[in-house]
């Protein structure tokens, strides 16, 4: 079970290492992709999820 929870909080953080670099090198595709968020529900909830899968073990 630790090894599941590990690595969910590790392919987080490199999701969120990847962002940082989309942001770097393209700004106006990373302000679109957060505005998805705001825009539709689907995008919002799925956000919410993934706050809900990798919160709790950090």
């Given at each position: 079970?630790?090894?599941?929870?590990?690595?969910?909080?590790?392919?987080?953080?490199?999701?969120?290492?990847?962002?940082?670099?989309?942001?770097?090198?393209?700004?106006?595709?990373?302000i679109?992709?957060?505005?998805?968020?705001?825009?539709?529900?689907?995008?919002?909830?799925?956000?919410?999820?993934?706050r809900?899968?990798?919160?709790?073990?950090?």
């Amino acid at each position: 079970m630790a090894l599941i929870v590990e690595a969910t909080v590790w392919l987080f953080a490199f999701g969120l290492i990847l962002f940082e670099i989309l942001v770097l090198t393209a700004k106006p595709q990373a302000i679109s992709f957060l505005n998805a968020f705001v825009k539709t529900p689907w995008h919002h909830f799925l956000e919410q999820t993934l706050r809900l899968i990798v919160g709790p073990q950090s």
